[in-house]
Nanobody, 124 residues
Framework: QVHLVESGGGLVQAGGSLRLSCADS????????MGWFRQAPGKERKFVAT????????YYSDSVKGRFTISRDNAKNTVYLQMNSLKPDDTAVYYC?????????????????WGQGTQVTVSS
């Protein structure tokens, strides 16, 4: 079973940094691909980043590439999203998600398990 809980969101000024964490209380974390998505007010949920089960493959959306870094610690059943050089456009609820599919997957239906989300607000 997978149970994801995000933390680390908050209010930050433009140019600042935040690190999101997502802990999985289940026993299959190290076998799952993990991803981060975000949903801004009134907009669709969108892909942000994904990382393979081993951590050796990552992939980012163009909008965050070079600013965000996804990583994982399988010993702690936790995936992270380090967000630097934040912009007001990064304001959204951020969700972590788990997928049992192989390869780089960026679509919402590919992720079967979701956390409840954490709010990130970037002020200008």
């Amino acid at each position: 079973q997978v149970h994801l809980v995000e933390s680390g969101g908050g209010l930050v000024q433009a140019g600042g940094s935040l690190r999101l964490s997502c802990a999985d209380s289940g026993r299959a974390f190290s076998r799952n691909r993990m991803g981060w998505f975000r949903q801004a007010p009134g907009k669709e949920r969108k892909f942000v980043a994904t990382i393979s089960w081993s951590g050796d493959t990552t992939y980012y959306s163009d909008s965050v590439k070079g600013r965000f870094t996804i990583s994982r610690d399988n010993a702690k059943n936790t995936v992270y999203l380090q967000m630097n050089s934040l912009k007001p456009d990064d304001t959204a609820v951020y969700y972590c998600a788990a997928s049992t599919l192989g390869g780089v997957v960026t679509t919402i239906p590919s992720y079967y398990y979701w956390g409840q989300g954490t709010q990130v607000t970037v002020s200008s």
